[in-house]
């Protein structure tokens, strides 16, 4: 998984686990099976409507690790 390059700056296993768990969660589903230059930002969105309100700190985490293996 793309989430294995950034595993030299994770604090523990905990951490560890929360990065890659939260994008199975929300970005998976969505965007899961898609070429990086493929997706849009309208997948993005997808993404982080439906959490942005409600897990506020969640969604703001799940944008950041996507930056990440995006960028």
């Given at each position: 998984m793309a989430e294995t390059q950034?595993?030299?700056?994770?604090?523990?296993?905990?951490?560890?686990?929360?990065?890659?768990?939260t994008l199975k969660t929300y970005a998976r589903p969505v965007i899961g099976a898609m070429r990086v230059n493929?997706?849009?930002?309208?997948?993005?969105?997808?993404?982080?409507?439906?959490?942005?309100?409600?897990?506020?700190?969640?969604a703001k985490r799940v944008q950041g690790r996507m930056e990440n293996i995006l960028d």
């Open positions: 950034y595993r030299h700056g994770w604090r523990n296993v905990k951490h560890a686990r929360q990065w890659a768990s493929a997706i849009t930002t309208e997948d993005i969105l997808k993404i982080l409507s439906p959490i942005w309100t409600t897990k506020t700190e969640t």
